[in-house]
Nanobody, 118 residues
Framework: VRLVESGGGSVQSGGSLRLSCVAN????????MGWYRQVPGKQREFIAI??????TFADSLKGRVTISRDHAKNTVNLQMNNLKPEDTAVYYC??????????????WGQGTQVTVSS
């Protein structure tokens, strides 16, 4: 399974970006799919996740991001609005699957750079 992100780039403060992630080679339904971000020298930060139970957002980003998922295509998208320079980071797609024996598999994409200029 390989997660491939796209949609990153450079945008001015107040702008919007839509990140997409497709899970290639997955012939099963993930338990969850979500997004994280990381700035050099800092820990990876949770942004949003969608599961069978619903969606959860980081408090710091709530109201500025939405997450959507296409189960049939095994894709997850992150719409980000009113971007700020502090949103500059590498954004990573994440997917989690638990097989019929209860073993958990966690997948990460390679990351896509988002740069917000003031």
């Amino acid at each position: 399974v390989r997660l491939v992100e796209s949609g990153g780039g450079s945008v001015q403060s107040g702008g919007s970006l839509r990140l997409s992630c497709v899970a290639n080679g997955a012939f099963f339904k993930f338990n969850s799919m979500g997004w994280y971000r990381q700035v050099p020298g800092k820990q990876r930060e949770f942004i949003a996740i969608t599961t069978t139970a619903g969606t959860t957002f980081a408090d710091s980003l709530k109201g500025r991001v939405t997450i959507s998922r296409d189960h049939a295509k095994n894709t997850v998208n992150l719409q980000m609005n009113n971007l700020k320079p502090e949103d500059t980071a590498v954004y990573y797609c994440n997917a989690d699957w638990i097989d019929h024996e209860g073993r958990e598999y966690v997948y990460w994409g390679q990351g896509t750079q988002v740069t917000v200029s003031s």
